[in-house]
């Protein structure tokens, strides 16, 4: 059909979550108190990091970045979400769809090569712990944690310039609850040939990459922590590193099976996703805590201060 016949899309309606007619209420409820927990639980983790100057060391740098992440990631989505549930707002403009599938992207990436660098530092602590100072030092800290959001902002650059470059003279609704990639580039009335492939080979290479960068490290912290002597120093080195292995575990899962998996049935597809966007970013820091000593130690630190300034 000729392009000419129809008018530009500048919004687009966001059709939500597929085969939930008459349980929007529900799910507005599990949803807010989710959401909810993850900025609450994020928030505290920074807080108690920045606050304690015992933790104030390459892991729980890392931890705060991907806190900052978490809480970035799940606002993509999830607000407006939320919207659509509770006032069937269902519009979303083009900018604002541009947003979201740029933040989604850049935060997703970022977060990806972030539990690489995670995973090296562990790798570096446990392995050569004499030069661990040296090897992981504040200047190098913040070149990984600043690369890893470079990177990231330049991969999510590409894929939402592809896009938003391809004419949308069509249909404006979009099949799903937030502006994606593959949703999106449905509606476009030109060639997707490029974005298709470029979004395949991109979004699975890098979290491949990243995927066997952290299984590597985990080899080798797995060999260290078998050739230890102490077995206070075995369970302390595993307890870390179980936190770390069961966070990628939920970010690589959910990824795995959306991007490598195209023929997924939307039934797969959407359960997995807002696993992906809503709840594992509030699991993360559950895990963190609950598995940490120094941070719950930190957390207590916290509330006894305020206890004892609210006595006061």
């Known amino acids: 059909m000729a392009m000419g016949n129809h008018t530009s899309v500048t919004e687009f309606i966001l059709l939500g979550i597929p085969h939930t007619e008459g349980q929007e209420t529900m799910l507005f409820a599990v949803f807010s108190i989710f959401y909810l927990c993850t900025l609450l639980g994020n928030l505290l983790i920074l807080v108690a990091v920045t606050s304690d100057p015992h933790l104030h060391t390459p892991m729980y740098f890392f931890l705060c970045n991907l806190s900052v992440l978490d809480i970035g990631f799940s606002s993509v989505s999830t607000p407006k979400m939320l919207a659509n549930l509770l006032v069937r707002n269902r519009v979303i403009s083009l900018g604002g769809c541009m947003s979201q599938v740029f933040f989604y992207h850049f935060l997703g990436s970022t977060e990806c090569l972030l539990y690489t660098v995670m995973a090296y530092d562990r790798f570096a602590a446990i392995c050569h712990p004499l030069h661990y100072t040296i090897i992981m030092n504040r200047r190098v800290c913040a070149l990984l944690a600043a690369g890893t959001w470079f990177t990231s902002s330049f991969h999510a650059t590409i894929l939402t310039t592809l896009t938003f470059q391809l004419p949308y003279c069509g249909s404006n609704e979009v099949d799903y609850f937030f502006c994606d990639i593959f949703p999106v580039v449905k509606l476009a009335c030109g ?50 590193c ?35 966007n809503v709840v594992t970013p509030m699991l993360n820091p559950t895990i963190y ?10 957390l207590k630190k916290l509330a006894g201060g305020q206890i004892a300034s609210e006595g006061h």
């Open 191 to 240: 060639n997707t040939f490029i974005i298709e492939t470029v979004s395949f080979t991109n979004i699975g290479l890098v979290p491949m990459t990243c995927f066997l960068l952290v299984l590597a490290s985990y080899v080798r912290i797995a060999i260290a922590i078998l050739k230890m002597h102490s077995a206070e120093g075995r369970r302390k080195a595993a307890s870390t």
């Open 242 to 276: 179980v936190s770390h292995l069961s966070v990628v575990t939920l970010f690589f899962g959910p990824c795995a099976l959306i991007y490598t998996q195209p023929s997924l049935t939307e039934v797969l597809v959407t359960p997995v996703q807002i696993f992906g």
């Open 289 to 298: 805590t609950l598995r940490n000593k120094e941070v719950k130690g930190a």
